[in-house]
Antibody
């Protein structure tokens, strides 16, 4: 069974960079899969941030693209998200996800991690 | 990339059927999936590629599409179906979510 687990600071200061990691178990991060991030502001809907292939090919939400960097570490079977210059509007639960190549849906999700942007 | 519009809320009695719509604002709505999210949990895919059900999803859940509007229908409503439901569209490697619909089972 594939399991995804987010980790990282729960509190980030305004203007700093938010950094999260997603550990993958039950599956290899290599292969024809895409590993992504989706966030949900408190009481709000889902917002796609982007995803990355095991080869490092990325697709980002155009509205966040200038601040987002994703990376993959195949040796640790994990992938990461960095979001720069954060403000209070970036406060959200961040979910890491898996999408198989060639499909348009996310079939595995982490439990989510709440990141609050505050001084 | 088309934005997706869903009704904020729907409600129906147990045993009845309910349909949640998802309308794209421009062009083809693309490859649609539907997610169920009970409070405090991660979303779970219920329908993908418009009409397909993942293994383990009851056949009470069905999807369809007509023009730029996709629909999720839940028949034989049960109390456990109460949740937020999100549609999602995948086009040209980009993903967009609808605003979500809160389903209340009366």
């Amino acid at each position: 069974q594939v399991q995804l687990q987010e980790s990282g600071p729960g509190l980030v200061k305004p203007s700093d960079t938010l950094s999260l990691t997603c550990a993958v178990s039950g599956d290899s991060i290599s292969g024809d899969n895409w590993w992504g991030w989706i966030r949900q502001s408190p009481g709000k809907g889902l917002e796609w941030i982007g995803y990355i292939s095991s080869r490092g090919i990325t697709h980002y939400n155009p509205s966040l693209e200038s601040r987002v960097t994703m990376s993959v570490d195949t040796s640790k079977n994990q992938f990461s998200l960095k979001l720069s210059s954060v403000t209070a509007v970036d406060t959200a639960v961040y979910f890491c996800t898996k999408k198989r190549g060639g499909v348009g849906h996310f079939d595995y999700w982490g439990q989510g991690i709440l990141v609050t942007v505050s001084s | 990339q088309s934005a997706l519009t869903q009704p904020p809320s729907v409600s129906e009695s147990p045993g009845q059927s309910v349909t949640i719509s998802c309308t794209g604002t421009s062009g083809d709505i693309g490859r649609v999936s539907w997610y169920k999210q009970p409070p405090g949990t991660a979303p779970k895919v219920m329908i993908y590629e418009v009409t397909n059900r993942p293994s383990g999803v009851p056949d009470r859940f069905s999807g369809s599409k007509s023009g730029n509007t996709a629909s999720l229908t839940i028949s034989g409503l049960q109390a456990e179906d109460a949740a937020d439901y999100y549609c999602s569209s995948y086009t040209d490697s980009y993903v967009v979510f609808g605003g979500g619909t809160k389903l209340t089972v009366l």
